[in-house]
């Protein structure tokens, strides 16, 4: 095949300038070669240097349009098995009115399901207890619900309170039993089910 003359001049030029390099150096051609490769590294890196915005424009060419994503999934653990059905359980506050106790109808009720909660409480010095409540912080809501007097008197008995569950308790589920005195004392036992 011959090549225009031109061409061949051409390659005659850069093998010559080749083993200039290497020969009159006494370079090996595997040098000569890593020679090269750093000199057209170091001559990107000034190119960066002096036009870093026609670095980002040409490499923007290549990468095509940039994908769009929806909002990133936050994930979700799965909730911490809890007990079904009855649950009661014992405590004692160290100072009047005391709180003995408090029973749950059902401890994982699902939505649109009662569920019921008892506390017992006494208060040594007899001085009648004006208030009882519990604070149910849920998933998505914190309520508030107040008790009656259902057994017993108002120095020692038990407080209830029904309701209908409207939330999920999955993540949060936590009920604080507060019991307040005649005089303004009050003791506080909080039940983290979750």
Request: charged content about 20%; glycine content about 8%.
């Amino acid at each position: 095949m011959n090549l225009p003359q031109e061409t061949t001049d051409s390659k005659g030029k850069v093998k010559g300038f080749w083993q200039k390099i290497t020969n009159e150096n006494n370079l090996p051609n595997e040098l000569g070669i890593g020679l090269i490769i750093c000199l057209l590294v170091i001559g990107f890196l000034i190119v960066i240097l002096i036009n870093p915005n026609g670095v980002k424009k040409l490499t923007n060419k290549f990468s095509g349009p940039t994908p769009t994503f929806g909002p990133k999934p936050i994930p979700t653990p799965t909730p911490r098995p809890i007990a079904k059905g009855q649950q009661e359980y014992t405590v004692m506050t160290p100072d009047d009115p005391k709180i003995s106790g408090f029973k749950i109808s059902e401890f994982d009720p699902k939505n649109g399901q009662p569920q019921t909660m008892s506390v017992s409480v006494v208060d040594s010095r007899e001085i009648p207890i004006t208030k009882v409540e519990i604070e149910l912080k849920t998933d998505h809501k914190t309520k508030i619900y107040p008790l009656s007097l259902v057994s017993g008197s108002k120095t020692e008995g038990e407080w209830s309170a029904t309701w209908v569950t409207d939330d999920t308790h999955d993540y949060i589920y936590v009920a604080v039993f507060k019991v307040t005195n005649e005089k303004g004392s009050s003791s506080v036992v909080q039940g983290n089910f979750r």
